[in-house]
């Protein structure tokens, strides 16, 4: 892959463009990065509202029908289901990895194989995430295992 980068003051935000002959699984995985940074779902916290960055997110996870949003120092309740969010998302760098849970792999420190089949997911936040085993082929191909 060949990579040109020009800085010009006459340009008031970037522009990235992308030139390719056939769409390629590198093609791919940089079209889902950019989209990625651009992305923000609303969120709120202590009556207030947020925009938070996808590329800012850590994972969503569900619980009492209720969405939050984890992010490296915060949680955000969102209004949106995980099955809308999954929806929205799902040309960038979120798997869903459990019944209650979708996590961004741009944020994965490591992961291992745990029980049952299962896996463990670590975050950058020292955080661990269960992958179920009903899960782990699509996390596996999202993240190239």
Avoid at 59 to 64: G, L
Avoid at 66 to 76: F, G, H, L, M
Avoid at 103 to 111: E, G, Y
């Amino acid at each position: 892959m060949k990579l040109s980068i020009f800085k010009n003051p006459k340009f008031s935000e970037p522009e990235v463009i992308l030139n390719y002959s056939e769409e390629t699984e590198e093609v791919n995985k940089l079209i889902e990065t950019l989209n990625s940074l651009n992305n923000t779902i609303q969120c709120f916290k202590n009556n207030s509202n947020f925009n938070i960055k996808l590329n800012d997110i850590y994972y969503f996870e569900s619980v009492d029908e209720r969405s939050y949003v984890y992010t490296k120092d915060n949680v955000y309740e969102c209004k949106e289901k995980l099955y809308t969010i999954e929806e929205t998302f799902k040309n960038t760098s979120i798997v869903r990895v459990s019944k209650s849970c979708i996590l961004n792999i741009t944020k994965l420190k490591s992961v291992r194989p745990f029980i049952n089949g299962k896996f463990e997911a670590t975050m950058l936040s020292d955080e661990k995430i269960i992958i179920n085993r009903h899960y782990v082929s699509a996390f596996k191909k999202k993240f190239n295992i």
